[in-house]
């Protein structure tokens, strides 16, 4: 009963490097997201996907980008890795809803990367 | 404005007390709406849904006020184990979108 897992839990990097953040779901769900969370401020969205093959920006999506491998699993990477993105970084994934694109649908989060940069 | 406002407490309260949050959100033609409970360090984790007038779970119960664009959670008999931040999310039929809160925090104390 995984639900949302994310890897890693914890990562320090320093300015400029790279790295990839892993997401997998084994719920069935269609839509997945990537959120970071900052402290006084609510969840933000970086990017999201509806469904397999197909990707979106969120509300704070530069300096990220994504990919979904399949239905499972969404993967959001740092190409060159600034201060301003030290974060804690969530996953989620949910059904899509009716409402379009962006599902109106409850959503399921893993338990976060904390990410910080130097 | 903030499209989702909550106020950031913290709510200190004892032990079985009964204590409110609202929330309140921008675009008037939302649907839907979730609170969440998020404790400290970990991942939010979903309360309830409110898809209608209002949503009742045990001690628990979520209501909707179209009129005035805000919904509460109501928490009656507080224990110990509430202590958490309360995040507010609405979906944005206006951008299609769900927005969260920052969070409301709650602290039970005996």
Same mark, same amino acid.
């Given at each position: ?17 790279? =790295?990839?953040? /892993?997401?997998? /779901?084994? =719920?069935?769900?269609?839509? =997945?997201?990537?959120? &970071? /969370?900052?402290?006084? =401020? ?6 999201? %996907? ?24 969404? %993967?959001?990477?740092?190409? %060159?890795?600034?201060? %301003? ?13 009716? &409402? ?19 | $404005?903030? !499209? #989702? ?9 004892? !032990? ?24 400290? $360090? ?5 309360? @309830? ?16 006020? $179209? ?22 999310? #609405?979906? @944005? !039929? ?12 709650? $602290?039970?104390?005996?």
């Amino acid at each position: 009963n995984a639900g949302v897992t994310q890897t890693p839990k914890f990562q320090v990097l320093k300015t400029g490097q790279s =790295m990839t953040l /892993q997401c997998a /779901q084994d =719920m069935n769900h269609n839509s =997945m997201y990537w959120y &970071r /969370q900052d402290p006084g =401020m609510g969840l933000r969205l970086i990017y999201y %996907s509806a469904s397999e093959g197909t990707t979106d920006k969120g509300e704070v999506p530069n300096g990220y980008n994504v990919s979904r491998l399949n239905k499972r699993e969404f %993967s959001l990477r740092l190409e %060159s890795a600034a201060p %301003s993105q030290t974060s804690v970084y969530f996953c989620a994934s949910s059904y899509r809803g009716d &409402r379009g694109l962006h599902s109106n649908q409850p959503q399921h989060f893993g338990d976060g990367t904390r990410l910080s940069i130097l | $404005r903030k !499209e #989702v406002e909550q106020d950031p407490g913290p709510f200190n309260v004892p !032990e079985g007390a009964t204590v409110a949050f609202n929330c309140t959100y921008s675009n008037s033609a939302s649907q839907s709406f979730f609170w969440y409970r998020q404790d400290c $360090r970990k991942e939010p984790k979903l309360l @309830m849904s409110v898809y209608s007038s209002g949503n009742e779970d045990g001690r628990f119960t979520a209501q909707l006020n $179209r009129a005035s664009q805000y919904i509460s959670l109501l928490i009656r008999d507080s224990k110990l184990s509430d202590s958490a931040t309360y995040l507010c999310v #609405v979906f @944005m !039929e206006y951008g299609n979108k769900l927005v969260f809160g920052a969070g409301t925090i709650l $602290r039970v104390k005996s």
